[in-house]
């Protein structure tokens, strides 16, 4: 259905969108699209996202964040997934994640990307970051970062590392040194965690960031 005359608010939302996928890989926020359409009301972007849902032009997945789903053949081109956002992450001191231990972390939300961000990886996870040690590898707080769930690294990978005694998980740069692990911050303002082999499992490496606009 696409009787409806659009406005140019919602012919230029409807392009920001299409320019934010093909640019970024996923879609926007709406807070994003209130930025970009210079629109200073997320309730006057919700009302016509909600409109040109109605007229056949997008569709919303309100269990998914960014959830906006381009109709007519977009959505094909580009090849959506959809990584499920298990949790939060540090990247600062550690923090607890339940259940990561078992694995039996149940998602509450996730987010549509594109194929190119996975490249094809299967077991690919996300979680929200917390804390700023990871500055220079430009990961702050409150982003979004990919991982493929992998169980080994290379030397300075950045990766998911659950620490068993502390019943903890910690996003970091791991080395191997004689007789113990290194899990590096990338601020120079922050000291390492030096912990013994035996009590690091890797869940995961970073394979995309994804940072939401301020």
């Known amino acids: 259905m696409r ?9 230029r939302i409807i392009s920001f969108i299409r ?29 016509n996202l909600n409109r040109l849902q109605e007229a056949g ?7 998914i964040s960014r959830g906006i789903e381009i109709l007519g053949g977009q959505q094909k081109r580009k090849g959506l ?3 499920p956002i298990v949790g939060k992450i540090a990247a600062g001191e550690p923090i607890p994640v339940p259940a990561s231990e078992a694995g039996n972390v149940i998602p509450t939300e996730g987010i549509e990307v594109s194929e190119q961000l996975t490249r094809g990886r299967r077991n690919v996870y996300a979680l929200r970051v917390q804390g700023d040690s990871m500055l220079d590898a430009l990961i702050g707080d409150g982003d979004i970062v990919l991982l493929h769930y992998v169980s080994s690294a290379e030397e300075g990978e950045t990766v998911a590392v659950w620490l068993k005694r502390e019943h ?17 911050p990338a601020n120079t303002q922050m000291e390492p ?22």
């Open 57 to 63: 032009y997008i569709r919303r997945h309100n269990d």
């Open 193 to 214: 965690i030096y912990t013994h082999p035996d009590n690091v499992e890797i869940q995961g490496k970073v394979i995309a960031v994804i940072r939401p606009m301020p």
């Open 168 to 184: 903890e998980v910690t996003l970091k740069k791991i080395f191997t040194e004689p007789n113990r692990i290194r899990l590096e």
């Open 19 to 47: 320019g934010f996928l093909r640019d970024k890989g996923y879609p926007p926020s709406v807070r994003d699209i209130a930025s970009g359409c210079d629109i200073s009301s997320t309730s006057v972007v919700a009302y």
């Open 81 to 83: 997934v959809y990584v």
């Open 3 to 11: 009787a409806r005359t659009l406005s140019p608010r919602q012919k």
